[in-house]
Nanobody, 117 residues
């Protein structure tokens, strides 16, 4: 079992910045990759960024150049630095971990990010 606790969401004006954190606990050794997804009202959940245990990083095209995912292995924490935020970035952001040989999905509780125009 893997537990994920997110923090750092909130309300920000367009052009502003926020940093999300996701702390993992439990069966840390089984985690293959961690990432951030988001879901806006009426839309499907989509991948924002991900980082594998080996350090391979992926960012969605919509956030490239603005968002950066990073990890701190000592703290078992993944961060999402979000700069130049746009109103269309408004969504609930979920931390995700893929663990075990079957890459089972674990999810955090979600944190709201609201960008005002």
């Amino acid at each position: 079992q893997v537990q994920l606790v997110e923090s750092g969401g909130g309300l920000v004006q367009a052009g502003g910045s926020l940093r999300l954190s996701c702390a993992a606990s439990g069966s840390i050794f089984s985690i293959n990759a961690m990432g951030w997804y988001r879901q806006a009202p009426g839309k499907l959940r989509e991948l924002v960024a991900a980082i594998t245990r080996g350090g391979t990083i992926t960012h969605a095209d919509s956030v490239k150049g603005r968002f950066t995912i990073s990890g701190d292995n000592a703290k078992n924490t993944v961060y999402l630095q979000m700069n130049s935020l746009k109103p269309e970035d408004t969504a609930v952001y979920y931390c995700n971990a893929k663990a075990g040989p079957g890459k089972y999905d674990y999810w955090g509780q979600g944190t709201q990010v609201t960008v005002s125009s």
